[in-house]
């Protein structure tokens, strides 16, 4: 792993997107803040969908990992896996980017809203994540700190468990209304960003979290 703010500011990789966009500054600089409550999800979802999304473009490791509809072995215990479209939502919701510490930290949260997430499943998801994602996919040093404080977050959170949330009938909601209707809450979240940003003060994906 690097310990190095550049590489965690990196875009995580967005498949079904031309090649030449992967890295471009749309990607890094993407983010629907948590006080732009009044758009709608599917708003926020569609500018989203400007990006690219193709499930089928995962890399299998990823999709045996964090996708619920892929069974193989060992992976599928892992709790908090989600589709890609319901990963993307949640990016919207807890007000993340597209970059890795971005990733690193919706990840975790999302397995923490399950209430479940014991000690050795995040340190093995990390290992996991370390030595079998392709390059692109791996969190940073810093990107595997803010998972595993987005778990231990979420388990202090009264937020709804995230894999099991119906987006649809909420898609025309404000985002304020989302994040209510899920227990959202944006003061636990906001006060956790101030305390990622005094860390990382040298990450741009950590110093833009609170607009």
């Known amino acids: 792993m690097t310990d190095s703010c550049d590489d965690s500011s990196n875009p995580a990789e967005r498949p079904g997107i031309p090649e030449k966009k992967k890295f471009s500054e749309f990607l ?17 979802y569609e500018s989203l969908m ?29 709790k908090g896996r989600v589709t890609l479209e319901q990963h993307d939502y949640i990016h919207i919701l807890l007000g993340r980017g597209l970059t890795l510490m971005d990733e690193a930290f919706v990840l975790g949260f999302t397995m923490g ?11 093995l998801f990390n290992l996991i994540n370390q030595f079998l994602y392709p390059k692109p996919y791996r969190f940073t040093e810093d990107g595997a700190r803010v998972f595993k404080d987005a778990i231990a977050l979420a388990y202090v959170s009264d937020c709804l468990p995230l894999e099991e949330v119906d987006f649809q009938p909420l898609l025309d909601l404000p985002l304020r209304e989302v994040r209510q209707a899920v227990n959202l809450e944006i003061d636990l979240l906001k006060a956790y960003y101030r305390i990622e940003a005094r860390r990382y003060p040298h990450c741009a994906a950590s110093q833009r979290l609170i607009s």
Do not use: C, M
């Open 28 to 44: 890094k600089t993407w983010i629907t803040y948590l006080d732009d409550d009044q758009k709608t999800l599917r708003e926020a």
């Open 50 to 78: 400007e990006i690219g999304n193709s499930q089928d473009q995962v890399p299998l490791i990823v999709q045996l990992t964090e996708n619920p509809k892929f069974h193989f072995g060992g992976f599928g215990f892992f």
């Open 113 to 123: 809203t399950t209430d479940r997430v014991s000690t050795q499943e995040s340190s």
